[in-house]
């Protein structure tokens, strides 16, 4: 994506430091940071510096690239590959190019280091491939709906389920985006709708809760939400309050789509009960974090004081209520037989 005249990766990693935009200052200041020892991108991770299953993927074999650097022995190369893998639990893109980098560092810091870049490179060369498939289901003036954000900050470049979207552009197609606003930490409202923004996409932010509305009034004709994990029969874990809308898109006879890469089907998950589903801080939920006025960040609480919240990230859409996948490879219906054949 362009910003400022100028294009940038999510992720990448030069030399002996990984840069990251930094996500969490989104959309109010274009920041990179850089970290030259893997702990540093472990809390990157965890905070939701870098965030998004392509993006934390790419940032988890660099950070393990990164601990062959600074210690190529086996010992520490364990405890590095523990660290990293405890960062976040839903996402698999990260356990995908952990493993595939740590047991390149068995071997040498330079094949960890050269996986590391492959792999971050194979993650923006699929979220292209996503674009050009998913492109051909979107006609000229179509109201689309997304959740969460699964653009090109939630990977290396182009992203899942907007990179259709980006290529239907290109293609001359115009496009409208209903945006949803994505509680509790409004990823859509901060990072997708900056996204569209950049790229001069129509898009309206919108509450979770309207997305029903929108529907039975005709003005989606189709929903398209990226995934974190899509187990083996095709049930897929994307952010919290995709399954409302896919319940609903069903309701309303709306296509839903997800999009997303071969790097993001587990094949050793046999369905999504045995997905873990990361629980995180209440106060994402009892607070908000914006801007005032005056430019400074504040964080403010929005709910009665001393009342307990839940606050799960993602759900389980089961693969029933999916209408395909759109993936690198084309698009498959959400069957086990089709997942099995993309994975051969
Ligand atoms: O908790 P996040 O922001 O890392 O959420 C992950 C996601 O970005 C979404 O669930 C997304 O739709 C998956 S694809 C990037």
């Given at each position: 994506m362009i910003v400022n005249g100028k294009h940038y990766r999510t992720v990448w990693m030069e030399d002996k430091t990984v840069f990251m935009?930094?996500?969490?200052?989104l959309p109010f200041k274009f920041q990179i940071v850089a970290f030259t020892n893997y702990l540093d991108v472990c809390t990157a991770i965890r905070n939701m510096t870098t965030r998004g299953a392509g993006a934390i993927g790419a940032a988890a074999g660099f950070a393990m690239a990164l601990a062959a650097r600074q210690a190529p022995n086996e010992e520490f190369l364990v405890r590095a590959k523990q660290e990293i893998a405890s960062t976040?639990?839903?996402?698999y893109n990260l356990f995908y190019s952990l493993e595939k980098v740590y047991q390149k560092s068995k071997i040498s810091t330079e094949e960890a280091i050269y996986e590391a870049q492959r792999l971050s490179q194979e993650n923006a060369d699929q979220g292209e491939k996503i674009g050009e498939f998913g492109a051909t289901l979107i006609r000229d003036g179509m109201h689309i709906e997304t959740h969460c954000n699964a653009g090109w900050l939630g990977f290396v470049?182009?992203?899942?389920?907007l990179s259709p979207v980006y290529k239907a552009k290109r293609q001359g197609k115009s496009v409208h985006v209903w945006v949803?606003?994505?509680?509790?930490?409004?990823q859509g409202a901060r990072l997708t709708a900056w996204e569209l923004y950049q790229e001069q996409i129509s898009h309206t932010i919108v509450p979770d809760n309207a997305g029903a509305f929108l529907m039975a009034q005709n003005k989606v004709e189709m929903i398209i939400v990226g995934a974190d994990r899509i187990a083996a029969n095709g049930d897929t874990a994307n952010k919290i309050g995709t399954l409302e809308k896919a319940i609903v898109a069903r309701y309303y006879n709306i296509p839903f789509y997800v999009a997303a890469p071969s790097?993001?089907?587990?094949?050793?998950?046999?369905?999504?009960?045995h997905i873990i589903i990361e629980e995180r801080n209440s106060e994402e939920v009892t607070h908000i974090t914006g801007q005032d006025p005056k430019g400074n960040n504040q964080t403010l609480l929005i709910s009665s004081p001393g009342s307990p919240a839940f606050n799960p990230s993602f759900d389980i859409t089961p693969?029933?209520?999916?209408?395909?996948f759109i993936t690198d490879r084309g698009i498959i219906p959400a069957t086990s037989e089709a997942i099995k054949k993309l994975l051969e």
């Amino acid at each position: 994506m362009i910003v400022n005249g100028k294009h940038y990766r999510t992720v990448w990693m030069e030399d002996k430091t990984v840069f990251m935009i930094d996500q969490n200052a989104l959309p109010f200041k274009f920041q990179i940071v850089a970290f030259t020892n893997y702990l540093d991108v472990c809390t990157a991770i965890r905070n939701m510096t870098t965030r998004g299953a392509g993006a934390i993927g790419a940032a988890a074999g660099f950070a393990m690239a990164l601990a062959a650097r600074q210690a190529p022995n086996e010992e520490f190369l364990v405890r590095a590959k523990q660290e990293i893998a405890s960062t976040r639990p839903t996402a698999y893109n990260l356990f995908y190019s952990l493993e595939k980098v740590y047991q390149k560092s068995k071997i040498s810091t330079e094949e960890a280091i050269y996986e590391a870049q492959r792999l971050s490179q194979e993650n923006a060369d699929q979220g292209e491939k996503i674009g050009e498939f998913g492109a051909t289901l979107i006609r000229d003036g179509m109201h689309i709906e997304t959740h969460c954000n699964a653009g090109w900050l939630g990977f290396v470049d182009w992203g899942s389920a907007l990179s259709p979207v980006y290529k239907a552009k290109r293609q001359g197609k115009s496009v409208h985006v209903w945006v949803d606003e994505t509680r509790p930490r409004n990823q859509g409202a901060r990072l997708t709708a900056w996204e569209l923004y950049q790229e001069q996409i129509s898009h309206t932010i919108v509450p979770d809760n309207a997305g029903a509305f929108l529907m039975a009034q005709n003005k989606v004709e189709m929903i398209i939400v990226g995934a974190d994990r899509i187990a083996a029969n095709g049930d897929t874990a994307n952010k919290i309050g995709t399954l409302e809308k896919a319940i609903v898109a069903r309701y309303y006879n709306i296509p839903f789509y997800v999009a997303a890469p071969s790097s993001t089907f587990d094949k050793n998950t046999p369905n999504g009960k045995h997905i873990i589903i990361e629980e995180r801080n209440s106060e994402e939920v009892t607070h908000i974090t914006g801007q005032d006025p005056k430019g400074n960040n504040q964080t403010l609480l929005i709910s009665s004081p001393g009342s307990p919240a839940f606050n799960p990230s993602f759900d389980i859409t089961p693969a029933t209520l999916i209408s395909g996948f759109i993936t690198d490879r084309g698009i498959i219906p959400a069957t086990s037989e089709a997942i099995k054949k993309l994975l051969e």
